[in-house]
């Protein structure tokens, strides 16, 4: 309600948003590897035009790409100064007690900071071009392999699809807590970390009280709709993958495999 | 404790969702010990508003000034103005976590300079003033209590560090007729007490009752600000004549059209009955 | 009858052993518009939980469309039957996209995936919110979210709808919206069970069951519970404005022909009493 959520789901009718989301999501994790595994300037030139052309392919506005990088931007600043100064390497240009700037470890920080950004960003035109449905199901249908050792697959799906709904509310009323009890001298401010971590305690009692009241009265509501099981319903239709699915799906192994050889 | 709002506006930093609110250009005085409702549609900026005012967001321009202090200004103590001014949100039951409810309302006495037996007689004094047993219920769990409770212990936890401003968000929606009486006789005892009290509420009955000025807002924007009765002759002749008329308002309005024209200044229940009165026992065509 | 209940008595079993209920009889009829009337704690949620038997029957017996409630295997047909809009908009929602939220009913009760569109249309227009099918219930008001979960419960086509305090957590023009939307279906034949505290909500009802402390107080139409002055004080409630205005009148010499529940009663009543004097 503060502020539009990052990473939400907006409609369309791109390449992206057409792709099956099974496809998106193991392409989201051997796009991931791509990433991590790079390692040359040409590996990040390959991920970085990749992931350019992932963002020309969802048809997205770039301010909504980006919104979520422009969030952790000072996180991101921190992580890179952690890596700057504390990276231990020969190649030192000065040193200040435990600090010690060195050109290996700004380039740490670059390389962090980019797989960093980068995963975000592939992270949210996952979800940005999927339905949170189509995510479940397809997450549905992935671990289905799961179901052999045990595991309750539909059960586990469901949970996520109605967590990752919840999470907005949650995140609202947290905010409202927090305000409250600022209001009433908490100090979440606080320049001193002891006081600060004191403070946070308080804050977790009310927003899992409230969590679990808003949990009991989901699972009510459920009922009352008559939800008994996740068997026992609509079966999804079986959408087999089409030819732009396998080609999607080949090209991103493609590019992982090449990120390897360039290692 | 007098409140100034200067040309006070706040954005949010984010693109616009549809929920946003936000405040355009405010200006409006509080006297001390007054008591001043906030009407307006969900979305208005009234919740914005309050935050503002209790010091929880910082305007994007403008200021507030308390007692002629600009509480934004770098310096100015924190500690005092949350002292100074007690917020009471929506679901204030939720805000609870202590694991005693007497812990939980000497909370906010944390930061007041008072110690030991002191910080007691506080306590005991907001929870007696709550209708407790201070003595029954100081050592109960706060989560065991009943709904109804949970509130009073809450409103107890504001009131315990006698902040000479009280803020309610919505205190009295969904709240059945009689909790909802009790709740504002306890506020108009406290403002004759001498707490200034802001209370946001969608009861105009009880705006028009219980409150002496009334701050009007629509999309972000101070309409419509004065004495309680003023702005409630106003908001009728506007021609949205729907927004922000009491019930008493609404019969007048029907009883014009049958052509009984009863006097502008009818508001409240007592105005409409007195009214009537004047008009059926004779009194009006004399 | 499409309800009725006998003897119902219910305890939470929290320790405590006040009943939440007690020898409650009740009985509603195909068609009837029921305001189930009373404050906080009268037990009236708990009381129509035991329709969709949400609650379980601890005593007494209930059917509900020929359904015995204890029948646990024509619970899913039960909750077909007699869908429930809840009191908070924000906790009945299981997907982000309205029209997979209203979808959510139908996949439960295996309806072909093919229908979904129509029925997700068809029961977004009962409720007047054509159009919305692809937004998130977070971007909604208070009176829209009522109003798509109450699509999500007319989705399944029931015959009996009961609102939980659905209009509690509004603002007055949330709470008219949804109001409006009770007694339009309402016309169209389906049996309405309306649980709140606000009396003016209950004017037009046909019938009125009034609660207090786990028991029913009374049963009648409107007119005959919201005049009686007695009454509405031992259930801890205020009568409707008109109510109080003739009483008040009354008291001063002002003798209107009968008691008024709505406005535009009241005015007429003064424009006969204005009339013969």
């Known amino acids: ?263 | 404790m007098s409140i100034q709002i200067e040309n006070l506006s706040y954005k949010y930093g984010q693109p616009a969702g549809e929920k946003v609110e936000a405040l355009q250009d405010i200006s409006c005085a509080i006297a001390a010990g007054d008591f001043v409702g906030i009407m307006g549609h969900t979305g208005c900026g009234k919740t914005t508003l309050i935050q503002l005012l209790a010091g929880l967001r910082a305007p994007t321009s403008g200021r507030i000034y308390i007692n002629g202090e600009d509480i934004n200004a770098k310096g100015y103590d924190r500690n005092r103005l949350r002292q100074t001014v007690g917020v009471m949100f929506q679901n204030p039951e939720y805000q609870l976590f202590a694991t005693t409810v007497e812990k939980d309302v000497a909370f906010g006495l944390k930061y007041s300079g008072l110690r030991g037996q002191e910080v007691t007689a506080r306590v005991r004094w907001a929870l007696e003033t709550m209708g407790f047993d201070f003595e029954k219920v100081r050592n109960q769990s706060p989560l065991a209590l009943s709904g109804g409770e949970k509130r009073r212990v809450a409103i107890a936890g504001v009131i315990a560090t006698r902040p000479q401003i009280l803020i309610f968000d919505e205190p009295i929606a969904g709240l059945d007729p009689y909790s909802r009486e009790n709740f504002l006789q306890f506020v108009t005892q406290m403002n004759q007490a001498g707490t200034t009290i802001i209370m946001v509420s969608h009861n105009m009955e009880a705006l028009a009752e219980y409150t002496q000025h009334l701050l009007v807002l629509e999309k972000g924007r101070l309409i419509d600000a004065g004495p309680t009765r003023e702005v409630f002759i106003r908001l009728k002749q506007r021609k949205d004549g729907a927004f922000g008329q009491t019930a008493a308002q609404k019969i007048v309005t029907l009883l014009a059209e049958r052509e009984l024209k009863l006097p502008p200044a009818v508001v409240t229940y007592g105005d409409l009955l007195a009214a009537l009165k004047h008009e059926l026992t004779g009194g009006g065509r004399g | 009858m499409l309800v009725t209940g006998k003897n119902i008595s219910f305890t939470y079993d929290f320790g405590g052993a006040a009943f939440a209920l007690q020898d409650v009889d009740i009985t509603i009829a195909q068609g009837e518009f029921v305001a189930i009337l009373g404050c906080n704690g009268s037990g009236k949620s708990t009381l129509v939980k035991h329709f969709n038997a949400l609650l379980q029957l601890q005593q007494g017996a209930l059917k509900v469309a020929q359904i015995d409630v204890g029948n646990t295997e024509e619970i899913w047909l039960l909750r077909r039957l007699c869908g429930m809009v809840f009191q908070n908009p924000d906790n009945q929602f299981v997907s982000s996209v309205v029209e997979e939220d209203i979808a959510f009913g139908l996949e439960n009760y295996e309806v072909p995936r093919g229908e979904f569109p129509a029925r997700v249309r068809s029961a977004l227009a009962l409720v007047e919110m054509d159009g919305y099918e692809k937004r998130a219930p977070n971007s909604l008001s208070g009176g829209q979210k009522q109003r798509v979960a109450l699509a999500g419960v007319l989705a399944l086509e029931p015959e009996i709808i009961i609102f939980d305090e659905a209009t509690a957590m509004l603002d007055p023009s949330g709470r008219q919206e949804v109001v409006k939307i009770m007694h339009k279906l309402h016309k169209t034949g389906k049996t309405i069970i309306a649980i709140t505290h606000y009396v003016e909500e209950t004017v037009a009802a046909d019938k009125i069951i009034l609660m207090h402390q786990g028991r029913v107080l009374a049963c009648g139409h409107p007119r005959a519970i919201l005049t009686d002055l007695d009454l509405m004080k031992k259930a801890e409630l205020i009568p409707p404005l008109p109510v109080r205005l003739y009483y008040d009148l009354q008291q001063a010499g002002v003798n209107l022909s009968n008691c008024p529940l709505t406005n535009e009663e009241f005015v007429e009543a003064i424009c006969q009493f204005r009339s013969k004097t």
């Open chain 1, 1 to 263: 309600m503060r502020s539009l959520p990052t990473g939400q789901y907006l409609p369309g009718h791109s390449f992206l948003h057409q792709l099956d989301a099974r496809v998106k999501i193991l392409g989201l994790f051997l796009l991931m590897a791509a990433v991590i595994g790079a390692s040359s300037v040409q590996g990040y030139v390959l991920v970085l035009m990749v992931v350019a052309i992932c963002i020309q392919l969802s048809r997205l506005p770039l301010r909504c790409v980006f919104a979520s990088v422009r969030r952790v931007c000072w996180f991101l600043l921190v992580i890179w100064l952690m890596n700057a100064l504390f990276f231990a390497a020969e190649d030192a240009l000065f040193s200040w007690g435990i600090f010690q700037l060195s050109r290996g470890g700004m380039r740490q920080g670059f390389r962090v900071v980019s797989n960093v950004v980068l995963i975000l960003l592939l992270g949210n035109l996952l979800t940005m071009t999927t339905l949170p449905t189509q995510v479940t199901t397809a997450l549905e249908s992935l671990i289905k392999p799961l179901k052999l050792i045990g595991v309750p697959t539909e059960e586990v799906a469901m949970i996520i699809s109605v967590a990752i709904q919840f999470i907005p509310t949650l995140m609202e009323e947290a905010e409202l807590i927090k305000m409250a009890q600022i209001a009433r001298g908490a100090r979440f401010e606080s320049k001193k970390l002891a006081e600060r971590a004191a403070s946070f305690l308080p804050l977790v009692v009310p927003i899992f009280i409230s969590a679990f009241r808003r949990a009991e009265e989901l699972a009510l509501a459920m009922e009352a709709r008559g939800y008994r099981n996740a068997k026992n319903r609509t079966k999804r239709k079986k959408e087999p993958l089409e030819r732009h699915d396998y080609g999607a799906l080949a090209v991103c192994a493609l590019i992982c495999l090449v990120q390897f050889l360039l290692r």
